[in-house]
């Protein structure tokens, strides 16, 4: 149990330092570090002094060690376009998106796995049908597409939600919530479904497809001939199987959701990380886009690390794996 | 239709047609098949794969995949139909008065529970028991099929034991609730060769102990010769021939039968080659008419091309061919006419 | 390569076959198949078809901003029949070349992902070792974050290299470009593995044995085996890409006000939104939605159709 918990930590941190040599590429090689420092007339000469100082002509790889080091602290120098710290930058915009991303997953799995279940179970049904098609369409249809459209229906034309903002919120300590006010919860309506709906779909689909597929096992099969009930059936049996594929790849799915947000952000005017990117590569604001990179790998590393742990807590046959031993179970 | 015993048969298949509407028409998978089975006997059901042993088996149970339906015939288990039960009633035979075990051990047990939840489960389904003394009950039948250690054994997952291990725990889970009668397809495919004979012998002496009758559907005529006490051969989703093993084997009288026969090898006698028939089964899509096996018989006659036939005596079992007619002796098939 | 006969005998199998018979006997998908026909010859014969040249300044008068589509409007104009933009541009004609531009990027970048992802497989596949680790690792690393990201990432690398104007010039290959590398993956992936698995047989030794070049046993005899998944890839990833792009010129990042895609005239249209004037946005993001549906209703069904254990 201890080496797979050390095995998978050593490959997350594997991954963090892959995307952070891609962030250092960026932040090194594309834009130039000095730039965000200092004023267009600084002469050249006060430019290579300032670059010895602050050691940037240092061999590459003791740069990216100093590098990875003050990305650890959240140091990620200036930004280019506005003269703040990157890191203060991110930190203000976190909270707005990780709110966002909880509604929106929340959202996702709440009528996503119920539907997937429903929809595996009786798929000749007619609702099923028309479920299926309906997601079909979900997963068509670009997220800013049904933002715009759901902002047509219920701002423009119904006028009950907004239609941008997140309202008002309450500041508690560094973070912003905007769980605590009635309009701060109606704002975080249409932006939810928005970017939870893609996910929505994904999931449904991919719980009943693993359903289907695991109703047809033999297991199944042999637990009929032993006249089990329907609901035993479904639910202990088919149910508790489907879930195990279904928590990897929906954990992974919800990861993406920090990075989908991106999109909603921008139709909403949602002030979050995501709007903050798509601004830093309009501008090529470099230590911005560098800091959201590693900020997101290092979400979605950690989100894989939990799923993973997840898996090995439901699989018995991982657990056994990691001991030999037969006799004594568990 | 007699059993060869006195006692009202315990399970009565009359005319079983199985069948599977497609796009291209319907297909029949089984077609006009009857047999009995007698309470504690073993009926073997032998024949190549896609001869529609295992469909006869899983319409019997009703556990059918759709498309496939029983197109015509009954089912009839201690005289009672049961093929056109509603599905809340057959559930309750399942397991119940009928078992099944199936062919790979490994895929048959949810790999998610212990071997003692899912006994527990199955035993709770049918008996009105209460979790300690249902718990019992699973110890009492892993011991029975001879689980060592059962006490230690019974929290353990499936893929904790060896393929002839779990073989006994699927039959254990298949005896839960005392069934009169287990559906047994191919149990000993997925197995060793040694395996298979523990396996087997375990069947036979559960049969005997609790007086369990036993449909073994296999496409291994050894296995039929060592367990059963009738056979049934099966060709094309008919019957070809049934009656006592000992009959069938030493004695055949379907053409197709006697070439099954003689393409086993066997240590007792000398022969420069083994039979073979040619040509294959046809294709569902592609039965010939009159008589399934006719384009590989080499005793075909002119009826053959027209008429299918029924089961028919010919001594002391029945076979479906022409050449047992009005009680007619047809050719005798003795190896030498054939082999040469 | 292929003989005349061959192609006739494909051509006789694929029409008599259970492909074609689903596909006939699919209303939603002949459906679906019409919609992408018609969309593709609108929009590739835009410049002959469309009846305004909306990007051409001297054609647009501002007199005619902001006019409603015909059917809600009270003077009933036909000349602009699904409305115009508020600087007097024709919606439909702006769609009609946005969608070309749409479908444009949309096949190219899958076409390149198609290349890469198909080159790299098989370098991966056959030099095996630290050649194949590091293909995979770098294919591991892009496939945990979602395909638009890598896009935003790779168009803003470029942003940040060249100036913004030569920027926009080459927009076009930028976005085809920034595209195409998020989805390379897939491809690599199966193509490797079908690379893995030939790699093996007799009759690749054999011809290592003669003599002949890696490559050539690659592109011979690999790559006819593996082109069956790798088009049911690229059926899926056309969707994807279209409305990647469509996502990039959304957010401002894609494809240039001066000559747009479908997504860039939506965020035109998303700014006068509040304001009432819904046609903007509405009809060319209704364009889209019906587009992408089509392509992916039909790649659904080439899925189901190819894969034997369906049927």
Not at chain 1, 230 to 246: E, Y
Not at chain 2, 150 to 159: C, G, L, N
Not at chain 3, 199 to 227: F, T
Request: charged fraction near 15%; proline fraction near 5%; charge should be neutral.
């Amino acid at each position: 149990m201890i080496a797979f918990i050390l095995r998978r930590l050593l490959q997350s941190i594997a991954v963090m330092l892959a995307v952070g040599l891609v962030a250092f590429f960026v932040f090194q090689y594309v834009g130039d570090p000095i730039n965000g420092m200092v004023g267009q007339d600084t002469s050249m000469e006060e430019r290579n002094e300032l670059r010895e100082k602050l050691g940037l002509n240092d061999p590459a790889p003791i740069q990216f060690a100093r590098f990875m080091l003050n990305a650890a602290q959240g140091k990620f120098g200036l930004s280019y376009r506005v003269s703040q710290s990157v890191g203060g930058l991110i930190l203000e915009k976190l909270p707005a998106t990780l709110e966002l991303a909880l509604c929106a997953a929340l959202f996702a799995l709440c009528v996503g796995v119920p539907m997937g279940v429903y929809t595996g179970l009786y798929p000749r049904h007619w609702t099923s049908r028309w479920l299926q098609a309906v997601s079909l369409i979900g997963i068509s249809l670009p997220t800013f597409l049904i933002g715009i459209m759901l902002i047509l229906l219920f701002s423009v034309i119904l006028g009950w939600l907004p239609s941008f903002g997140r309202g008002d919120t309450v500041s508690l300590g560094w973070w912003t919530s905007g769980f605590f006010t009635w309009s701060g919860l109606k704002a975080l309506i249409l932006p939810s479904i928005t970017l939870g709906l893609f996910q929505l779909t994904l999931i449904m689909r991919l719980v009943r497809s693993e359903m289907l597929e695991v109703m047809r096992t033999d297991y199944i099969k042999f637990a009929r001939a032993r006249g089990l009930s329907d609901r035993a059936i479904n639910f202990g049996h088919a149910l508790k199987n489907t879930m195990v594929p279904v928590i990897t790849i929906t954990g992974l799915q919800l990861g993406s959701i920090i990075a989908f947000a991106i999109i909603t952000e921008t139709v909403f005017a949602w002030p979050g990380m995501g709007q903050l990117f798509v601004q830093s590569v309009q501008f090529a604001d470099v230590p911005v886009m560098a800091a959201y990179l590693i900020l997101v790998g290092f979400f979605f590393v950690v989100i894989n690390l939990i799923v993973d742990m997840l898996y090995y807590a439901v699989d018995p046959r991982l657990r056994a794996s990691g001991s030999p031993r037969a006799a004594g179970g568990h | 239709m007699s059993t060869g015993s006195n006692r009202p048969p315990l399970l009565e298949v009359r005319n079983l047609r199985v069948e599977f509407p497609t796009r291209r028409g319907t297909l029949v998978a089984v077609d006009d098949v009857s047999f009995d089975i007698a309470p504690g006997e073993v009926l073997g059901v032998v024949g190549e794969s896609g001869a529609g042993k295992s469909l006869t088996g899983a319409a019997i149970i009703g556990l059918l995949e759709p498309p496939g339906r029983i197109g015509g015939g009954e089912v009839r288990l201690e005289g009672e139909r049961i093929d056109n039960l509603p599905y809340e009633r057959l559930r309750r035979i399942r397991g119940a008065r009928i078992g099944a075990i199936f062919q790979d051990p490994l895929t048959s047990l949810n790999p998610l529970y212990s071997v003692g939840q899912q006994l527990v489960e199955t035993i709770q389904t049918h008996l009105p028991l209460s979790a300690s003394r249902a718990r019992e009950r699973a110890l009492e039948l892993l011991r029975e099929v001879g689980i060592p250690a059962a006490e230690a054994r019974i929290d353990h997952y499936p893929h904790q034991f060896s393929g002839g291990m779990r073989q006994r725990v699927v039959i254990a889970l298949a005896l839960c609730a005392n069934p009169r009668l287990i559906i047994a397809d191919e149990p000993t495919t997925a197995l060793d060769v040694s395996i298979q004979a523990q396996i087997i012998a375990l069947l036979k002496r559960l049969g005997r102990e609790h007086g369990t009758a036993v449909m073994l559907v296999t496409h291994d005529m050894g296995v039929i010769a060592e367990t059963a006490d009738r056979v049934a051969v099966m060709y094309a989703g008919r019957l070809a021939e049934i009656g006592p093993v000992r009959d069938v084997v030493k004695d055949a009288k379907h053409p197709y039968t006697h070439g099954l026969m003689g393409s086993i090898p066997s240590i007792g006698e000398r022969h420069e080659r083994l039979l073979q028939i040619d040509g294959a089964m046809p294709r569902l899509t592609e039965i010939p008419s009159g008589c399934a096996f006719n384009p590989r018989c080499p005793q075909a006659g002119e009826r053959c091309l027209r008429e299918r036939p029924d089961l028919m005596s010919a001594g002391s079992t029945r076979a479906a061919c022409w050449l047992y007619d009005r009680g007619g002796v047809g050719a005798k098939l003795r190896r030498e006419t054939v082999d040469a | 390569m292929i003989s005349a006969g061959r192609l006739r005998d494909l051509l006789h199998r694929a029409a008599g076959s259970d492909v074609w018979y689903s596909f006939r006997s699919s209303r939603v998908t002949e459906v679906a198949a019409c919609v992408v026909a018609f969309v593709f010859i609108a929009s590739f014969l835009a410049p002959w078809l469309a009846p305004h040249t909306p990007f051409d300044p001297a054609t647009i008068s501002l007199t005619d901003g902001l006019k409603p589509p015909v059917l809600f409007s009270a003077d009933a104009d036909w000349t602009f029949p699904l409305g115009t933009d508020e600087q007097g541009r024709d919606v439909l004609s702006s769609i009609m070349y946005g969608t070309r531009l749409s479908l444009v990027v949309g096949l190219c970048a899958t076409i390149f992902a198609m290349f890469v992802g198909i080159a790299a497989g098989l370098i991966a596949g056959y030099a095996g070792g630290a050649t194949d680790a590091l293909i995979m690792r770098i294919a591991d690393v892009q496939l945990t974050f979602p395909a638009i990201l890598t896009a935003l990432l790779i168009d803003g690398i470029v942003r940040g290299l060249i100036s913004v104007q030569r920027h926009d010039e080459i927009a076009l290959f930028v976005i085809i470009g920034a595209t195409g590398l998020s989805f390379w993956v897939q491809y690599a992936r199966t193509v490797r593995g079908s690379v893995l698995v030939e790699r093996n047989k007799e009759y690749v030794q054999a011809a290592r044995v003669i003599g002949l070049p890696r490559i050539l046993i690659m592109v011979r005899h690999v790559l006819p085996n593996v082109m069956g998944p790798v088009l049911v890839i690229a059926t899926i990833n056309l969707g994807l890409a279209i409305i990647t792009e469509a996502t990039l010129s959304f957010l401002g990042v894609g494809l240039p006000p001066t000559s747009p895609s479908l997504g860039t005239l939506i965020r035109l249209g998303n700014e006068v939104l509040m304001s009432g004037d819904w046609w903007i946005t509405i009809f060319p993001g209704i364009t889209l939605a019906a587009l992408v549906l089509s392509v992916n209703l039909l790649g659904d069904w080439l899925r189901d159709a190819l894969n034997p254990k369906l049927r």
